[in-house]
């Protein structure tokens, strides 16, 4: 079961790193869901950011950015496992 937690708003190719606009809460060690037209994939996340400080936890309305090992794409769709 998955709840739709936020949308890509961009990808850092260089750092493999996707900036994703929360709309409910996220923490490290959660499995998260990308999906979108081409992205499907699952993984855990292992790493996060809110203004360049490493957090444990993110919420609604933060912009947060998550070290990925696949390409995303803006829009793309971001679901937390429940």
């Known amino acids: 079961m998955e709840k739709e937690i936020g949308r890509v708003t961009h990808y850092f190719s260089h750092l493999n790193v996707a900036a994703v606009e929360l709309s409910d809460t996220i923490s490290v060690g959660d499995r998260v869901h990308f999906y979108g037209h081409t992205t ?23 912009d947060v950015a998550i070290h990925v090992l696949q390409h995303v794409r803006e829009h793309d769709k971001l679901f937390k496992e429940i």
């Open 40 to 62: 499907d994939f699952v993984e855990t996340v292992e790493s996060m950011e809110v203004e360049h400080k490493h957090v444990q936890t993110a919420g609604p309305g933060d």
